[in-house]
């Protein structure tokens, strides 16, 4: 009898060890529930932090965000630019070809000049050569005097056009400027000098209408 009693005392102390542990159990997961009520403040500010943010966007940017497309412009501003650009481009091709025609006439002038200049400058030799066969005592007759004003106002007024003399005489020969027709040897002269003009030559602004001929030394 006393180990029966024995042994149901030993049944009744485990079953009341396990509904103490399971009473254990139950009180640490109810204080780990309440532990993580404790943090779920912090999880409510920062959703109401990101409200506040959602409602300073413009209604734009949310409208953006909402379809994903970029705003397109009117097509009225996209005519405009069109039509802009359009008149930026025939403005600049405008300028571009008043230019070239300014510089085609510009050399139109200079050929047509050239060649006028180099029609009058064998009257000019000849005015120079009558004038040169003058004989010293007839040099003061009228008429010969007439001759002289004559080929001086020829003379002026090609020089106000551009015109004027190449100088040869004395100078270093150039084949830019000279012809050379004639050599000779001139101890009183330097190497390659020209000591002597046999056609004036003429310049007009900056380019040659005619080669002076010349006679070079050494």
Do not use: C, W
């Amino acid at each position: 009898m006393e180990n029966n009693q024995s042994k149901e005392d030993m049944v009744k102390e485990a079953v009341e060890e396990a509904k103490a542990k399971a009473a254990e159990d139950t009180d640490t997961a109810e204080k780990t529930a309440d532990a993580e009520e404790t943090e779920t403040p912090e999880t409510e500010g920062e959703e109401s932090v990101a409200d506040e943010k959602a409602d300073t966007e413009k209604p734009e940017e949310k409208k953006s965000k909402k379809f994903g497309k970029k705003n397109r412009k009117d097509k009225k501003d996209e005519k405009i630019e069109e039509l802009t650009d359009r008149v930026a481009r025939q403005m600049a091709e405008f300028d571009n070809f008043r230019k070239r025609t300014d510089k085609e006439k510009s050399q139109m002038y200079e050929i047509g000049a050239k060649d006028v200049i180099d029609k009058i400058l064998p009257v000019v030799d000849n005015f120079e050569r009558g004038l040169a066969a003058i004989p010293e005592g007839e040099t003061e007759h009228p008429f010969m005097q007439g001759m002289d004003k004559v080929y001086k106002q020829l003379m002026t007024t090609l020089e106000g056009l551009g015109v004027k003399p190449i100088e040869a005489v004395g100078q270093e020969f150039d084949p830019e400027f000279h012809n050379a027709v004639m050599h000779e040897d001139n101890e009183d002269l330097g190497e390659n000098i020209v000591s002597e003009e046999l056609q004036k030559g003429y310049m007009y602004r900056d380019t040659v209408v005619r080669h002076s001929m010349v006679k070079v030394a050494n």
